[in-house]
């Protein structure tokens, strides 16, 4: 079992940045690819971003690429979101979630593949 905790959300004017971090429970934090999703209200839930546990990513280039970062810390069982310029549409609540490592590119898109969830995190940003 893997329990995952955010925290970081917040309101921020637009142009602003926010760090969220996701902490992660057990033993087995390297065996997973930890994976980033949002839902804004009336919509589903997307995919922003995930890592590898040797660090490499993959972002949703449509709508976060350039401005959010992604990382992780292996040694704090941590993955972290960094969200710079931001935009009155990535208002959503933020979801951390961790997925078997052997799954990699367009899978991580999919919701359907992550094995656990944290309860999520709102973010607003104001105009």
């Known amino acids: 079992q893997v329990q995952l905790v955010e925290s970081g959300g917040g309101l921020v004017q637009a142009g602003g940045s926010l760090r969220l971090s996701c902490a992660a429970s057990g033993r087995t934090f390297t065996s997973y690819t930890m994976g980033w999703f949002r839902q804004a209200p009336a919509k589903e839930r997307e995919f922003v971003a995930a890592?590898?546990?040797?660090?490499?990513?993959?972002y949703n280039e449509g709508s976060v690429k350039g401005r959010f970062t992604i990382s992780r810390d292996n040694a704090k069982n941590t993955v972290y979101l960094q969200m710079n310029s931001l935009k009155p549409e990535d208002t959503a609540v933020y979801y951390c979630?961790?997925?078997?490592?052997?799954?990699?590119?367009?899978?991580?898109?999919?919701?359907?593949?992550?094995?656990?969830w944290g309860q999520g995190t709102q973010v607003t940003v104001s105009s």
């Open positions: 890592i590898s546990s040797s660090s490499g990513s993959t």
């Open positions: 979630a961790a997925v078997q490592s052997r799954y990699s590119g367009s899978w991580l898109y999919r919701r359907s593949v992550y094995d656990y």
